[in-house]
């Protein structure tokens, strides 16, 4: 069965090198001051899609990004490894988004896009940590989901079969086609980019990208990738970045826990006691 899959993937901010320019005054993430990088858990989703298209043949492997021009980078990065292609969603309408604007402008891409049977993504990015954007993309596609998904199994009769993590242990769930499954960090790491691929589509790049990829003489090099504005995927502009984004970020900072004082304890019956005493005194349990 040849499967259509799309791989929901996002440049983040590496969230490791947050400074006082991290915020704009708008609240939002101040992207250009921060480097970025493949958010690590849609990479571990883009294998998961990698292996099926290996498991499948005459299946295909997309990947789907919103953001500014240079986030054609992430599409880049899953060609090198073996994807086939990728849609960027950039515009000025798209900036600001929180999950629902965000989760909105991926449906509508993935309607666009069509015929879709699988949409796969990491199960949270690390520049918001909230775990919504793939849930949201499938409540309102219509589609099943399953989350904390750890490895696809195997996919037959129309029929996916997901190992997923819950509290306490794993289970493993069969969910019918289409589906939308976002993956957790604790599944298989991403394959390397692959040489002949890099050589390949090094300079494939998104038409708002063009000026890097002029050579001296004037020609452009590589594979015009696809690039979608709003209007492309007929969406409604008031329910798209900033104007479709209910959630308002006050601030963001770099908080480094430090000890003010520190108690060295034995294992004696008496400062175990004494402790647990200590610690109902103050509330900090009970």
Same mark, same amino acid.
């Given at each position: 069965?040849?499967?259509?899959i799309?791989?929901?993937?996002?440049q983040?901010?590496?969230?490791?090198?947050?400074g006082?320019?991290?915020m704009?005054?708008?609240g939002t993430?101040?992207?250009?001051?921060l480097?970025?990088?493949?958010?690590p858990?849609?990479l571990?989703?883009?294998?998961?899609a990698?292996?099926?298209?290996?498991?499948?043949?005459?299946?295909?492997?997309?990947?789907?990004?919103?953001?500014?021009?240079?986030?054609?980078?992430?599409?880049?990065?899953?060609?090198?490894r073996?994807?086939d292609t990728?849609?960027?969603?950039?515009?000025?309408?798209f900036?600001?988004?929180?999950?629902?604007?965000?989760?909105?402008?991926l449906?509508?891409?993935?309607?666009?896009?069509?015929?879709?049977?699988i949409?796969?993504?990491?199960r949270?990015?690390?520049?918001?940590?909230?775990?919504q954007?793939?849930?949201?993309? &499938?409540?309102?596609l !219509?589609?099943n #989901?399953?989350?904390y998904? @750890?490895? =696809?199994?195997?996919i037959?009769?129309?029929k996916a079969?997901?190992?997923?993590?819950?509290?306490?242990g794993?289970?493993?769930?069969?969910?019918?086609?289409?589906?939308v499954?976002?993956?957790?960090?604790?599944?298989?790491?991403?394959r390397p980019?692959?040489a002949?691929?890099?050589?390949k589509h090094?300079?494939?790049?998104?038409?708002?990208?063009r000026?890097?990829?002029?050579?001296?003489?004037?020609?452009?090099?590589?594979?015009?990738?696809?690039?979608?504005?709003?209007?492309?995927?007929d969406?409604?502009?008031?329910?798209?970045?900033?104007?479709?984004?209910?959630?308002?970020?006050?601030?963001v900072?770099?908080?480094?826990?430090?000890?003010?004082?520190?108690k060295t304890?034995?294992s004696s019956d &008496?400062d175990?006691? !004494?402790?647990i #005493?200590?610690?109902?005194? @103050?509330? =900090?349990i009970?």
């Open positions: 069965m040849a499967l259509k799309v791989v929901l993937a996002k983040v901010p590496d969230t490791r090198n947050v006082k320019d991290a704009t005054a708008e993430v101040n992207r250009a001051a480097p970025a990088i493949f958010n858990e849609d571990n989703a883009l294998e998961q990698l292996r099926l298209k290996e498991q499948h043949p005459g299946s295909t492997v997309g990947l789907l990004t919103m953001g500014p021009p240079r986030a054609g980078e992430i599409i880049r990065q899953g060609l090198y073996g994807a990728g849609w960027l969603l950039t515009d000025r309408l900036a600001g988004a929180d999950t629902l604007a965000t989760s909105y402008a449906a509508t891409a993935i309607e666009k896009i069509g015929d879709v049977d949409v796969i993504g990491g949270q990015a690390i520049d918001g940590d909230t775990a954007v793939g849930p949201q993309v &499938a409540q309102k !219509g589609l #989901q399953v989350t998904a @750890e490895e =696809i199994l195997k037959e009769n129309g079969l997901i190992r997923r993590v819950i509290d306490g794993v289970e493993v769930v069969e969910a019918p086609l289409p589906v499954i976002t993956v957790n960090g604790s599944a298989a790491p991403c980019r692959n002949k691929l890099v050589m090094k300079w494939d790049h998104c038409p708002l990208e000026e890097a990829f002029v050579s001296p003489s004037g020609d452009e090099r590589g594979v015009s990738l696809n690039q979608w504005s709003v209007a492309d995927v969406g409604d502009p008031n329910q798209c970045g900033l104007s479709g984004s209910p959630t308002k970020v006050k601030a900072k770099n908080i480094v826990f430090q000890a003010k004082e520190s304890l034995t &008496a175990i006691e !004494g402790m #005493q200590e610690l109902l005194n @103050e509330k =900090i009970g």
